[in-house]
C-alpha cells in the first residue's frame, strides 16, 4: 500500500541556520578554535536554586497538571508583580509551558487561525513568528507600521520588546498605542517578553503594565521564559500569561494534546521565580561580557545600532550580512546573518553574548 500526504514541511521556510554550515567549519578550523556566537544559547552554570528544587522534585511518578502547580502560577504571579509591575495577574491566567518556541510555533493553530487569516510580527523578528502563521496555514506578514494592512486586520499581531534579534526596546508610548489599536479591532496582540529582565539601555515595560494596558489583559497575551533569565534553556519551561479567555482556549487544546511541563520542571519554576538574586548576578555577567565585546567590535569598524536589552548585538559593517559573517568566520568568530530574521536584516549580524569570558576575551583578541 502507498500512503499519501503532503509533508508539513513543505509549508514552512527553510531551517535558516543550516545555511551556516561552512561557516561554521571555517571558524572551528582557526587555530584557537571557534567562538560560536550565533546562537543565545546559556552557558554559564543552571542556578544552585534550581538544582536543588529538581532533586527535591525528583520522585514524581504520577502526571502532572496541563494548567500547572497553583503555587508555580502563584510564583509567576508575584513575580510579575513584584519586578515588573504588573499587579493583579489572576492563576486562571497563567498557563506554564514547555518552552516558549513550542508555544509561538503552535499559538496560531491552537487558536483556530488559518488559511485566509493573516498574522502580522515585526520586520526584523524571531523566525518562528512566520513558522507558526505557517504551520496554520495563515498568511504571514512582517511591518512595523500599523497603516500597512489596509482593510484586513490580523487575526494575531506579535510584538518583541526588548527585541530578537535588534535588542531594541518599544517606548512605552508605542506600546500603549498598539494595545488601543489592537483592542479597537478585535486583534489579538502576542507581546514576546522573553529578553524582559535582560535590559542595558534605559527600561523596558510589560504590555500588561497597568500604564499601558490600563489594568486589563483583555485582547493580551504575554510570553516569558526562564532560559535566558536563569539559564534553565535546557529545562524547557516559560509561561503564557494574559486575556482569561485566550488562556482557558490553549488550555483546553493543550489537554487534548497532552502539552504539561513536567511537575519537576514546575517546582524548578516555583523555585527560580521566587528567586531574583540568581537573575542579577546572571544580569550582571552578560552585561560585562556586552560592554567589552561593543567596544571591540566598534574598535574594529563595526557599527552597533539599538541592542539597548536583549542578548545580542545587532552590528553592521555597512555591507552585506553574508560578507560580514564571511569575514568574522575567517577570524574563527561565528555570528548569524541579520537576513535570517528578515530582508530588514541584509547588512547586519547579530552578535551573541552569550559565550563564556574566556571566548569573549578570545573574540575581542581576535577583533583587535
Known amino acids: 500500500m502507498t500512503l499519501s500526504f503532503t509533508p508539513v514541511s513543505g509549508r514552512l521556510p527553510d531551517f535558516p541556520w543550516d545555511k551556516l554550515t561552512s561557516y561554521a567549519a ?98 526584523a523578528a524571531y523566525p518562528t513568528y512566520e513558522v507558526g502563521a505557517a504551520l496554520a496555514g495563515a498568511t504571514p506578514m512582517a511591518s512595523d507600521s500599523l497603516t500597512a494592512f489596509g482593510p484586513q486586520t490580523p487575526k494575531i499581531l506579535w510584538l518583541n520588546s526588548p527585541s530578537n ?87 483546553a487544546v ?13 517546582e524548578v519554576m516555583t523555585a527560580v521565580y521566587a528567586d531574583d538574586a540568581h537573575a542579577e548576578e546572571q544580569r550582571e555577567r552578560y552585561a560585562a561580557r556586552r560592554t567589552r565585546l561593543k567596544a571591540a567590535l566598534e574598535a574594529a569598524g563595526f557599527t552597533v545600532d539599538h541592542s539597548q536589552a536583549a542578548l545580542y ?21 561565528l555570528v548569524a546573518p541579520g537576513d535570517f530574521y528578515g530582508p530588514a536584516g541584509k547588512e547586519h549580524v547579530r552578535i551573541a553574548i552569550t559565550a563564556t569570558d574566556e571566548r569573549i576575551d578570545a573574540a575581542i583578541a581576535r577583533l583587535a
Open 26 to 123: 571555517m571558524a572551528r578550523a582557526h587555530a584557537d578554535g571557534i567562538v560560536d556566537l550565533s546562537i543565545g544559547t546559556p552557558v554559564d552554570p543552571t542556578p544552585q536554586v534550581a538544582v536543588d528544587a529538581l532533586v527535591a522534585a525528583a520522585n514524581w511518578p504520577g502526571y502532572p497538571t496541563t494548567i500547572g502547580l497553583p503555587a508555580t502560577r502563584q510564583a509567576i504571579s508575584d513575580w510579575f508583580a513584584r519586578v515588573h509591575g504588573v499587579v493583579g495577574l489572576g492563576l486562571d491566567q497563567i498557563l506554564p509551558v514547555v518552552g516558549t518556541k513550542e508555544l509561538i510555533a503552535q499559538l496560531a493553530l491552537h487558536l483556530g487561525v488559518g488559511e485566509g487569516d493573516l498574522v502580522a510580527f515585526p520586520e
Open 165 to 251: 534579534p535588534t535588542g531594541r526596546v518599544l517606548p512605552p508610548e508605542h506600546l500603549k498605542k498598539v494595545v488601543d489599536w489592537c483592542r479597537e479591532r478585535g486583534v489579538l496582540l502576542v507581546s514576546d517578553e522573553c529578553y524582559l529582565d535582560c535590559v542595558w539601555e534605559g527600561e523596558a515595560v510589560s504590555v500588561l503594565h497597568p500604564s499601558i494596558s490600563g489594568g486589563s489583559a483583555d485582547g493580551i497575551l504575554v510570553v516569558h521564559s526562564l532560559s535566558k533569565r536563569s539559564n534553565l534553556a535546557g529545562y524547557r519551561a516559560g509561561f503564557v500569561a494574559g486575556d482569561t479567555a485566550v488562556i482557558k482556549e490553549l488550555l
Open 254 to 266: 493543550r489537554k487534548n494534546l497532552g502539552l504539561i511541563v513536567p511537575g519537576p520542571v514546575q
Open 313 to 333: 548585538l545587532w552590528s553592521t559593517r555597512g555591507e552585506g550580512c553574508w560578507e560580514t559573517v564571511d569575514w568574522l568566520a575567517e577570524r574563527g568568530i
